[in-house]
T-cell receptor, first 115, second 117 residues
């Protein structure tokens, strides 16, 4: 079965400093991986996805993630944090079944941005 | 706004009552998913439909839960004889096959927060 582990439940950064949210995955086949963001009282929004093309994936709002097969990692980064980045972030792997895919979510990382 | 919509946004019910939630997917999406998210956890898959056919159900979906998508458009999720452990955010998502036919981006609604007292 596919799974993801988010290594930090909370991350705190200062505005303008880099962001690193860590994710390791487990998959029996070449995975499709995603990062979603959830702001308070808002729905889940797709930040970026990896689907076996380029290993460095660029997403919205300046986020990017690098797929490293040798390390089974898919860490999310951003060069400079903004106050509006404060939210919960989920690393997600797609679990392909006979008829299609369902998403398997990590436990989430809450990002706090200090002014 | 043509995103995924869910109704109601909040539901408070007493233990033992039945509740029903509705999800309206993005109109051209033929796949519809239900997930449940409890406090401090990521969403967990419950079930999904392709058009009107329910293709997979999680073991999390007990006999008290039933989902339908009668005309391949909106979907309902009913919980009978609610228990306090059913308190959670119920999320709906929809998708349309990508050009590869395999990797589906799922678009989520705002969720229905259920509180069972």
């Amino acid at each position: 079965a596919q799974s993801v582990t988010q290594l930090d439940s909370h991350v705190s950064v200062s505005e303008g400093t880099p962001v690193l949210l860590r994710c390791n995955y487990s998959s029996s086949y070449s995975p499709s991986l995603f990062w979603y963001v959830q702001h308070p009282n808002k729905g889940l929004q797709l930040l970026l996805k990896y689907t076996s093309a380029a290993t460095l994936v660029k997403g919205i709002n300046g986020f990017e993630a690098e797929f490293k097969k040798s390390e089974t990692s898919f860490h999310l980064t951003k060069p400079s944090a903004h106050m509006s980045d404060a939210a919960e972030y989920f690393c997600v792997v797609s679990d392909l079944g006979e008829y299609g895919n369902k998403l398997v979510f990590g436990a989430g990382t809450i990002l706090r941005v200090k002014s | 706004d043509t995103g995924v919509s869910q109704d109601p946004r909040h539901k408070i019910t007493k233990r033992g009552q039945n509740v029903t939630f509705r999800c309206d997917p993005i109109s051209e999406h033929n796949r519809l998913y239900w997930y449940r998210q409890t406090l401090g956890q990521g969403p967990e898959f419950l079930t999904y439909f392709q058009n009107e056919a329910q293709l997979e159900k999680s073991r999390l979906l007990s006999d008290r839960f039933s989902a339908e998508r009668p005309k391949g458009s909106f979907s309902t999720l009913e919980i009978q004889r609610t228990e306090q452990g059913d308190s959670a955010m119920y999320l709906c998502a929809s998708s349309f096959p990508s050009s590869t036919g395999l990797t589906y981006e799922q678009y989520f609604g705002p969720g229905t927060r259920l509180t069972v007292t």
